[in-house]
């Protein structure tokens, strides 16, 4: 990483700032501090709403399935290079359902257009799947979503739904800058196949 990261485990002798560690660890449990949060904690009050942030993300979007999850969070790792991210959430995608050649499609380097079916054709991914990654693969590269591929969003979530989903991208989104922007895990520059 470009910075040390904090001690593990982190020593606070404010009150406050030691809760923040208390609460990151809770959302964390059983797996130890990651990286990441070994990273924020330079900045305790930003490592707690992070925290918060990303527990409702990950936590409180009952209404978008694991796969499609998983999937728009592995694609934003892709088009960002975020390898750190892609290493903890492409075997997510996995067990949530997602076969190896839709995993292979969601790492392809070339922009996303909902007229382009062949992964639905071929069978690696679903409709709903690829709709999804088309979406994600928009607000990543592009921040604005065309016309057109909103429309079809509509048809296919409701907007609870949709506002989920779009927290679910924006988040990691925010989550790859800085992971990327740090190299957070040292994983900058070694691809989707490299350990962790």
């Known amino acids: 990483m470009r910075l040390p990261y904090t001690p593990n485990p982190p020593s606070f002798e ?7 560690v208390d609460r990151i660890a809770a959302r964390r449990a059983p797996r130890p501090l ?17 925290n918060s942030f990303l527990g409702a993300i990950r936590t409180k979007t009952p209404n978008i399935s694991a796969d499609l999850r998983e999937l728009a969070v592995s694609r934003v790792a892709a088009v960002n290079r975020a390898w750190y991210e892609w290493g ?3 075997p997510l995608a996995t067990a949530a ?8 499609v969601v790492l392809q380097e070339t ?3 909902l007229s382009d079916t062949a992964a ?10 690829w709709a999804v990654l088309v979406y994600t693969d928009e607000m990543t590269r592009n921040v604005e979503v065309k016309d057109e591929t ?16 779009t927290g679910v ?22 691809g989707p196949h490299a350990g962790h």
Not at 14 to 20: M, T
Not at 97 to 104: E, F, I, P, R, Y
Not at 120 to 129: E, F, I, K
């Open 150 to 165: 909103f429309a079809h969003l509509k048809t296919l979530f409701n907007e609870r739904q949709i506002v989920e989903l």
């Open 34 to 50: 990651q990286p990441l949060d070994l990273a924020l904690l330079h900045a305790p009050p930003v490592a707690d709403g992070w």
């Open 169 to 190: 991208i924006a988040c990691y989104n925010c989550v790859s800058r800085f992971l990327v922007a740090l190299d957070v895990g040292e994983r900058n520059g070694t």
């Open 14 to 20: 404010d009150p406050a700032e030691a809760a923040v």
């Open 120 to 129: 639905v054709d071929a069978g690696s991914l679903t409709a709903l799947q």
């Open 111 to 113: 922009p996303f257009a």
């Open 97 to 104: 359902g997602v076969s190896d050649a839709g995993l292979a």
């Open 88 to 90: 903890h959430h492409a």
